[in-house]
């Protein structure tokens, strides 16, 4: 809970930014305003300009990919007991991830993760926003704050919107949060695998320039009532919506969601799937200039049938991840752009094998794992530790916030600023500013930043 | 004159219809509207035309597109008093419970998962309690004293539910919404004492929670053994009233009874004109004072004497909503034109036109299904095994906010978070265009509603086709000029007029007539 009311007007201006919240209406604005310029870091030393997350819904186990175990036993590593050596020294990862482990120095592994949570909805909340819950105020995910910052109102002009979702929402809580729908993702729909890749409302399979055109004309001819209320606000702003969204629909934009001109062995490369072509999609989205892509991939909560599933899902995920970073860095990309991989929670060190898991996990949140690549963050690293069988963190703790805030930092967001919410109050972006209520933390990424 | 002339007729309407009393409560209502439109300079535009006040009426008073056999029945009926003759007729369609048991459970945070965390089953009992209590129009004072006493099951106690959608079940947090649903009040802002606060917190002291055996089942109810403790004299805080005094409750009494009384009661300042007011915001997308959920004693009524009035109707008719509902809708100010008049085209705050606003995510995804025969399909994947929502269901009865679909998002359904009005967001965006124009959610509806294919094949001919077209999508026939429009393009269509005629259905579906209700 990061909005506090004030409890009396005699609070300096400084300490009322501190508690992130402004007493009377007529305090508002200009507080408002000092905390927006307080909150702004300087933009020229932001180091990333970008974020691609790969979202793995439902919670990857982290003893399977990123941090394994092979000490731990057979209950615990199951069919994994030979991790793969990675090309930097001393790091070893999951055995599936083969192409990943020959570019270890690209990427950071936080093995630190934790929040205790187990529920998909709290957790994916806390990983997403990097907030606590709290009651009347929902915060806003990364993506949302990112196309608050660095949207439209921020100077951004490309036509796809700056927050995009591949291929379709989380969806546990609303992304936008209180930032309202306007920073909403955007999302797809359709399935980049498939060509044409119909992304909801800009592609349109089976409708012709040409058609549309004509459908343009018929529409603009028939639309006598915007004529009739002309100079209403509600009527301009739809009138302009239609001239954006055909620029879209008839323009250059629409090139971006092609894929089909990619190099062929570069498809293939990421893999002939949803999640390896939505990596590649992300890619030419953050060449456009999108600031946040969100890839949600589904599949991750692998309660029964574990190990059958890991062993068609990794492999994807090795081509798709070790690809992006690949094309990332061979563009020249890489250095602006973070690329996030991880879920809300990691899944139960210790294998079920009783029926009906007969050999599954569960969900786990007090010790899990993300991969951290790019956008200024050190490669070749590994951040905190766990146990001998992955149960607890045993050093350096990353709590989802201390993540968040390392990642605005990167893009030059301070996380000590502020948001506006729709009761007027404003409200940290992380609650590791708010010093008035204690939080656990193990510190901004410092050793990777 | 023209104006003049449908006032006239208007008023002589209700003389003949709706006895006398209730034509004397829309005249006074009409007379104090026209007061402040003269004081504030801003004369009304004319009255709208039936057909904008058909489809106006059954939009904002059950949620639902009339369709053409509705519009036509009205349209041709002679009757002098059809107008108020269709709000009653609208006022008593099941739709109605339906349309106001959504805006109910937005604002009592009716969803399953995070942050409320209501659960499916609670979710479904409470939603239908509230459809019920406005299919049976319960007294608003027995509907909130219903919410506010209720001990019992989640699941078999419906009200109850109004205490756990918190994610901290604190006195203060509970207070905070009370005051916020029932005065109108957001506290922070208010400017009450922290001591009035900490008297009124008291009321919800011993709200107790307990599990059940059965998964999920949650008891509510009052414990005689808790207490507020006054955070600095550490002294027991008993229950009391803005500016009264501390109450001296039986120690196993439920202080919540005593607080219903105290809300409830004629002379409660808050409890009927937070009402009045947001019934009138909802139909007219402005409060008398607004934002309605923003009532504090420097945010001032636009006119505090058609805010009384409305507040003694109320309470003098027993806290009877469609009353209210009635009396704003047969009044002049609900039945204006929302085309400004050069005269009045500054008018922001007060009444002297129809605010022209985008449908809700869940009405205009309604009436899209309802023109081409679909539906929507909806599942939640809590619990095990998933449910899913038939098709044939309505959106505006989709009980569970953690429902959700990309539509309803991108239309700004509100996320049932705050219990704000503002939660719901139905401004514009590029997204809703981009999907109302181009997205195969829609052209496949479009392309393969039964609805509008039947429409196709029984018309005889391109003009009945087009009428048809026109009423069931615009609720009214097309000018002359824009039928030869439509006929032309029919008939040279690339794929013929078949082709041509669902591109017509995509053109009326994306003019701001239809996305707007106006």
Redesign the interface.
Not at chain 1, 133 to 138: F, L, M, R, T, W
Not at chain 1, 422 to 425: I, L, M, Q
Not at chain 2, 430 to 435: D, E, P, Y
């Given at each position: 809970m990061n909005a506090k009311?004030v409890?009396s007007l005699s609070i300096t201006r400084r300490n009322a930014l501190r508690l992130g919240m402004v007493?009377a209406?007529g305090m508002m604005l200009p507080n408002w305003l000092a905390t927006k310029a307080a909150g702004a870091l300087d933009p020229l030393k932001a180091k990333a300009k970008s974020v691609i997350q790969l979202w793995l819904w439902g919670g990857p186990c982290h003893l399977d990919t990123f941090d394994p175990k092979p000490d731990a036993g057979y209950d615990y590593f199951g069919k994994y007991d030979k991790p793969v050596a990675t090309n930097v020294n001393g790091i070893r990862i999951g055995q599936e991830l083969v192409k990943l482990a020959k570019m270890a120095d690209k990427y950071s592994l936080l093995r630190g993760m934790t929040h205790g949570n187990g529920?998909h909805?709290?957790a994916s909340?806390m990983v997403m926003t990097g907030n606590k819950?709290?009651?009347?105020?929902?915060n806003p995910s990364v993506g949302a704050v990112l196309s608050y910052k660095k949207g439209y109102s921020a100077g951004y002009t490309g036509l796809i919107?700056p927050y995009v979702a591949l291929t379709?929402?989380q969806?546990?809580?609303?992304e936008a949060?209180?930032l309202?729908?306007?920073y909403?993702p955007?999302?797809t729909?359709?399935d980049p695998a498939k060509t044409p890749f119909?992304v909801?409302?800009?592609i349109?399979?089976g409708?012709s320039d040409?058609?549309?055109q004509?459908?343009r004309e018929?529409?603009g001819?028939?639309?006598?009532?915007?004529r009739?209320?002309e100079?209403?606000q509600?009527?301009e702003?739809?009138t302009k919506?239609?001239q954006?969204?055909?620029s879209?629909?008839l323009g250059e934009a629409k090139n971006t969601f092609d894929l089909s001109k990619e190099p062929e062995a570069l498809r293939k490369a990421y893999g002939q799937h949803t999640l390896g072509q939505s990596c590649l999609q992300a890619r030419k989205l953050v060449e456009a200039g999108v600031p946040f892509v969100s890839i949600n991939a589904q599949g991750w909560d692998t309660h029964k049938k574990h190990f059958e599933m890991m062993s068609q899902m990794l492999p994807q995920l090795d081509s798709a991840l070790s690809t992006l970073l690949q094309d990332l860095s061979d563009r020249g990309l890489l250095d602006t752009t973070i690329v996030w991989c991880g879920g809300e929670f990691g899944r139960t060190p210790k294998i079920d094998w009783s029926a009906p898991w007969s050999g599954g996990r569960s969900h786990y949140g007090k010790a899990f794992s993300h991969l951290i690549a790019g956008g200024g963050f050190k490669g070749g690293q590994v951040v905190g530790e766990t146990s001998l069988r992955g149960e607890e963190v045993v050093s350096r703790p990353i709590y989802p916030w201390d993540l968040t805030a390392s990642i605005y930092e990167q893009l030059g967001i301070d996380p000590n600023g502020a948001l506006p919410t729709?009761?007027?109050?404003l409200a940290f972006i992380s609650p590791l500013a708010d010093k008035t209520v204690k939080i656990e933390s193990g510190g901004l990424l410092r050793e990777i930043m | 004159m023209k104006q003049m002339l449908q006032v006239v007729l208007i008023a002589s309407v209700f003389v003949a219809l709706c006895g006398r009393g209730q034509a004397a409560s829309v005249k006074r209502i009409d007379a104090l509207v026209r007061e402040k439109q003269t004081q504030t300079g801003f004369p009304p535009s004319d009255i709208c035309s039936d057909s904008v006040f058909v489809r106006r009426a059954y939009i904002d008073v059950i949620g639902t597109l009339p369709t053409a056999d509705e519009v036509r029945r009205f349209l041709s009926n002679r009757n002098l008093n059809k107008r108020a003759e269709l709000i009653d007729e609208l006022l008593q369609r099941p739709e109605f419970a339906d349309y106001w048991a959504l805006k109910w459970c937005d604002l009592l945070r009716v969803k399953s998962?995070?942050?409320s965390n209501l659960w499916p089953n609670a979710v479904q009992a409470y939603q239908y309690w509230v459809r019920d209590a406005f299919k049976h129009n319960m007294p608003y004072d027995q509907f909130a004293r219903a919410l506010l006493t209720t001990s019992g099951s989640n699941f078999r106690d419906a009200p109850v539910n109004f205490y756990r959608p918190?994610?901290?079940r604190t006195p203060r947090?509970i207070f905070?919404t009370v005051a916020l649903i029932f005065m109108g009040v957001?506290l922070?802002?208010f400017g009450w004492t922290?001591e009035q606060m900490l008297g009124m917190d008291a009321f919800f002291a011993k709200i107790a929670y307990k599990k059940t055996a059965e998964w999920k089942e949650e008891v509510v109810y009052s414990d005689p053994e808790k207490k507020m403790i006054h955070p600095v004299t550490k002294e027991e805080v008993r229950p009391t009233p803005l500016g009264g005094v501390p109450l001296n409750l039986d120690p196993f009494a439920d202080p919540r009874i005593a607080f219903a009384d105290w809300l409830v009661a004629p002379d409660n300042p808050w409890f009927a004109q937070n009402i009045v007011n947001r019934i009138w915001f909802w139909l007219m997308g402005q409060g008398i004072i607004h934002e309605a959920d923003d009532i504090r004693p420097?945010n001032k009524p636009w006119s505090p004497e058609l805010l009384a009035y409305l507040r003694k109707e109320l309470v003098d008719n027993k806290y009877d909503l469609k009353h209210i509902y009635r009396l704003i809708l047969n009044s002049d100010a609900y039945q204006y034109s929302?085309?400004?008049t050069p005269e009045n085209?500054g008018d922001i705050a007060g009444f002297s036109h129809y605010r022209?606003?985008?449908l809700d995510a869940e009405v205009l995804i309604d009436a899209i299904c309802q023109i081409t025969g679909t539906g929507e399909e909806y599942s939640s994947p809590i619990p095990e095994p998933f449910t899913y929502i038939p098709a044939s269901q309505r959106t505006v009865l989709l009980a569970d906010g953690s429902i959700?679909s990309?539509f309803l998002?991108?239309f700004?359904r509100p996320?049932r978070?705050?219990s704000?009005e503002?939660?719901r967001?139905n401004?514009?965006?590029?997204?809703?265009?981009?999907?109302l124009?181009?997205?195969?959610?829609i052209?496949k509806k479009i392309m393969n509603g039964p609805r509008l294919r039947k429409l196709m094949t029984s018309c005889q001919g391109n003009p009945e086709r087009v009428n048809l077209l026109y009423l069931e999508i615009l609720s009214r026939m097309p000018?002359p000029q824009?039928q030869k429009?439509?006929l032309d393009?029919m008939a040279t269509?690339?794929g013929g007029s078949s082709a041509g005629f669902y591109?017509?259905a995509?053109?009326?579906i994306?003019?701001?007539?239809f996305?707007?209700k106006?």
């Open positions: 009311t409890p007493g209406a529920g909805e709290t909340y819950p709290a009651d009347g105020i929902v919107p379709k929402p969806g546990r809580f609303s949060g209180f309202g729908a306007k909403q955007f999302s729909g359709g119909a909801e409302g800009v349109a399979d409708i040409e058609r549309q004509k459908r018929l529409l001819n028939l639309d006598t009532f915007s009739t209320l100079g209403q509600i009527i702003k739809m919506n239609k954006d969204a055909y879209l629909i729709p009761d007027g109050k | 998962e995070f942050p918190f994610q901290e947090k905070d957001r922070d802002k922290e420097d929302s085309i400004m085209s022209a606003r985008r959700k990309q998002e991108m700004g996320g978070d705050n704000l503002s939660d967001n401004s514009v965006s590029v997204f809703q265009t981009l999907h124009l181009n997205s195969s959610h052209q000018a824009e429009i439509a393009y269509a690339e591109d017509l995509w053109a009326l994306n003019t701001s007539e996305i707007l106006h």
